[in-house]
């Protein structure tokens, strides 16, 4: 009887455990940080450089979500990205530029969907947008992947599809 109570109290430990281990972690399912049209893609060229992320005009001050849960790894000021905040979760970190007002400390868990800053045009940014990109790995600055790739309905999203075939067959055209 104590027994058959003791099997039954682990393994209602060892689930709880299970549940806040996975929490803890986050994951690499991302959502939108923001409802916006894409007009900026993965891949684009720029000024001799290839665009690392996506943009998403919308106006200043619009609240900007965690796309999954994880720890701030990087707020800071940047030359280029203006207000810049990284979060790390799983296999990859989601950063965010651009932004007029930090909403998190360095060092803090977000839950996903909470808001990490606001929408502004600090450093080099012509209009109010969100610049998004998604990082390989959980340290600050890894190599750039496509966020279009880690997010929700993207790939119905034709803009989006015709920029990934461009950036998979860049070629010299004919
Ligand atoms: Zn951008």
Redesign the pocket.
């Known amino acids: 009887m104590g027994a058959r109570r003791g099997i039954v109290a682990f393994a209602l430990v060892a689930a709880l455990c299970m549940g806040a281990a996975a929490d803890a972690a986050g994951d690499d399912d991302l959502s939108w940080p923001l409802h916006g049209k894409v007009t ?1 893609h993965f891949g684009e060229l720029r000024a001799g450089h290839a ?1 690392e ?1 996506l ?1 998403i005009p919308v106006p200043a001050g619009t609240p900007i979500r965690a796309a999954s849960t994880g720890k701030v790894v990087m707020r800071e000021l940047q030359d280029g990205y203006g207000k810049y905040t990284c979060v790390a979760h799983t296999r990859v970190t989601t950063c965010y ?1 651009h932004q007029s007002r930090f909403a998190t400390k360095l060092g803090e868990m977000v839950g996903r969907g909470q808001v990490i800053g606001y929408v502004g045009s600090t450093g080099n940014a012509p209009v109010n947008h969100l ?1 998004f990109e998604v990082r390989l790995g959980t340290r600050p600055w890894g190599k750039p992947v496509n966020p279009m790739k880690f997010l929700p309905g993207a790939w119905r999203d034709p803009i989006a599809q015709a920029a990934a075939r461009l950036s998979l067959s860049r070629r010299s055209p004919p």
């Open positions: 900026g665009h992320g943009d530029g610049h």
